[in-house]
């Protein structure tokens, strides 16, 4: 079997776990290759420690998110939150780290999101999808054996277009252990997210283990709609009786900025 090497950029410490990590644990359980990157530390998340205490806890988080998930890298970058922008320095750091991995598949948000960070995660991202090939471009890196091909993940924006589901892969198998790995980012999902939602007085300690396990939960509804709105991709992939039942499905597109490939072996390349 052939090693295959993904690499997840997002903006956040805690954006692949929600976005990928459960194709993550699929690949890396198969012997592949998953780094994960934050484009950012994340220090503008949380609404009582300084930005330096949260910097290190995020990272701290992010170290056993990787750990949970049994990925082989997850590497936070110290840029800082809310205030990333697109330019060029940002995009060589980028641009080392996708050449240093040498992936066959890149994925990151897209562009039309609600987060400036995510947006300017796509831009710096995309703005390698053609540049990776050229040699005299960042020249201290060199260039990989073979164009990667470059992809997004799900979100439910529809504005400019919703995300076409060109991939689907299936979560229910490994949704406890997706949930472990957020789990990791206590800060986030435990702390700043209530907060930030209006929950002031949100107190994990609180809860029951089936109700940490709900409210994690929440942040994994919308992978439900991926699977309901890719539910032809989930039948030719897993066949039209396990296709039709698959109740959480991590959904991406294919970039058109970058080495293109059929459909059938787009889907292959995130499949275990």
């Not at 090693?3 to 976005?19: C, N, Q, S, V």
């Not at 998110?65 to 939150?81: K, L, N, R």
């Not at 999101?113 to 300017?120: E, F, Q």
Request: aromatic fraction near 8%.
């Amino acid at each position: 079997m052939k090693e295959k090497r993904i690499i997840f950029i997002g903006a956040h410490p805690d954006d692949a776990d929600i976005l990928c990590s459960g194709t993550a644990i699929q690949l890396a359980r198969a012997g592949h290759k998953v780094k994960f990157v934050s484009a950012t530390n994340g220090d503008s998340g949380h609404f009582s420690m300084s930005r330096k205490e949260t910097a290190k806890v995020r990272a701290e988080e992010a170290r056993l998110a990787g750990i949970a998930s049994g990925i082989a890298e997850y590497q936070v970058i110290v840029e800082q939150d809310c205030g990333l922008e697109p330019t060029l320095a940002n995009r060589i750091k980028i641009m080392r780290i996708i050449r240093s991995w040498n992936p066959d598949l890149v994925i990151t948000h897209r562009l039309c999101d609600y987060h400036p960070d995510h947006r300017a995660t796509a831009q710096l991202v995309m703005d390698c999808a053609y540049t990776c090939m050229v040699p005299h471009f960042c020249e201290d890196t060199p260039i990989p054996d073979q164009s990667p091909v470059f992809a997004h993940s799900f979100d439910r924006f529809t504005d400019p277009r919703p995300l076409r589901i060109d991939a689907a892969i299936e979560i229910d198998s490994v949704m406890d252990q997706k949930l472990d790995a957020m789990a990791c980012h206590r800060s986030q999902f435990y702390e700043w997210l209530p907060w930030i939602d209006g929950d002031k007085n949100f107190d994990v300690s609180k809860l029951s283990e089936e109700e940490r396990k709900q409210h994690l939960m929440k942040w994994n509804q919308k992978f439900r709609t991926a699977a309901d709105n890719g539910r032809e991709v989930l039948k030719r992939a897993y066949g039209e009786e396990k296709g039709s039942k698959i109740q959480y499905a991590e959904v991406f597109e294919q970039s058109p900025y970058s080495r293109q490939l059929p459909l059938d072996e787009f889907q292959a390349l995130l499949m275990p």
